[in-house]
């Protein structure tokens, strides 16, 4: 077993927010809904307090990785999320405002991984809320929607406000999503595979609606971050993953439910 040390409060800053709600919604400043809001740097603390007081699942697990969605408003973040943690789409989703993340653990040989999947607003505007929410990150997957070029021209700026907060180690994929639109395609595949290459970035087009690849890149995401870790790739106590000699097994029962509190556009 591969081991990465880290300080007391950053294990339980990730243990806490990854063993709390099955699925939960951060909102906004002025939104009274009650429970999982959040306003920035306390408001991230807050959610890591919840998810300590509130541990609830019966599930084992050696690591518990944090991914970040992030793109343009639109481009199919949520679904992505609802598809690999759920197995569902919703046709009639709308814009997410503020933080919304979900977790799933999957296996990567003999090793059980809790994946821990953050949907960032892609609303301009609250970039600087959600900024908070890159920290301790270690994988990302950058998503564009195939069939609107304009969201595949943001990718380069995506990138840079990804590394602006990140760690420098973080694993990052390009997804072109909505490949069932292919008949309105504008992004060519070997234009972003290029653009990937180039950057050192992985590279796959899914889509939620269909499920197509949607297991497939995260799973090479979490993949590629545990080869990082073990092979002394990422620098000792450089990022929250945690890893333990015994997997863990979170105290309390059945997982919390899902708290409607992230407002709709």
């Given at each position: 077993m591969?081991?990465v040390?880290i300080?007391p409060?950053v294990?339980w ?9 099955s ?5 906004l400043p ?10 920035g740097?306390?408001g991230?603390r807050r959610a890591?307090?919840?998810g300590?007081s509130?541990?609830?699942?019966d ?13 343009e408003s639109?481009?199919?973040k949520s679904n992505?999320?609802s598809?690999?943690?759920?197995n569902?789409?919703?046709?009639d ?5 503020g ?9 990567l ?7 821990q999947?953050?949907?960032?607003a892609?609303?301009?505007r609250?970039r600087?809320i ?9 994988g990302a ?8 070029h304009?969201?595949?021209e943001?990718?380069?700026?995506w990138?840079k406000?990804l590394?602006?907060?990140?760690d420098?180690h ?5 997804v072109g ?6 008949s309105?395609r504008?992004v060519?595949?070997?234009e972003?595979?290029?653009?990937a ?9 899914t889509?939620?609606?269909d499920?197509t690849?949607?297991?497939a890149?995260?799973?090479?995401v ?15 106590g ?6 333990l ?12 439910e899902?708290?409607?509190c992230?407002?709709?556009?």
């Open positions: 591969y081991e040390a300080s409060k294990f800053e990730a243990v806490a927010s990854a063993s709390g709600a699925h939960r919604k951060a909102t002025g939104d009274d809904s009650g429970d999982g809001r959040t306003d740097r306390n991230a890591h307090l919840d300590l509130s541990m609830g699942s599930e084992a697990y050696n690591f518990v990785f944090k991914v970040v969605l992030i793109g639109g481009v199919g992505l999320l598809r690999f943690t759920k569902e789409f919703n046709h989703s709308r814009t997410t405002i933080v919304e993340f979900s977790t799933r653990t999957v296996q040989g003999t090793l059980t991984i809790k994946a999947i953050w949907d960032t892609g609303l301009e609250y600087a959600t900024s908070a929410y890159y920290r301790g990150a270690v997957l950058l998503v564009y929607d195939i069939s609107k304009l969201t595949y943001s990718v380069e700026r990138l406000e590394y602006d907060h990140a420098q973080i694993v990052v994929m390009l999503n909505k490949s069932d639109l292919e309105v504008t060519p595949t070997e972003a595979k290029d653009f290459e180039k950057n050192n970035l992985l590279f796959m087009e889509s939620a609606l499920s690849n949607v297991e890149a995260f799973h090479d979490l993949a590629e971050i545990h080869r990082k870790v073990a092979s002394k790739e990422v620098t000792r450089s990022i929250s993953a945690v890893t000699s015994t997997p863990v097994t979170p105290a309390g029962g059945s997982q919390e899902k708290k409607p992230c407002k709709n556009l």
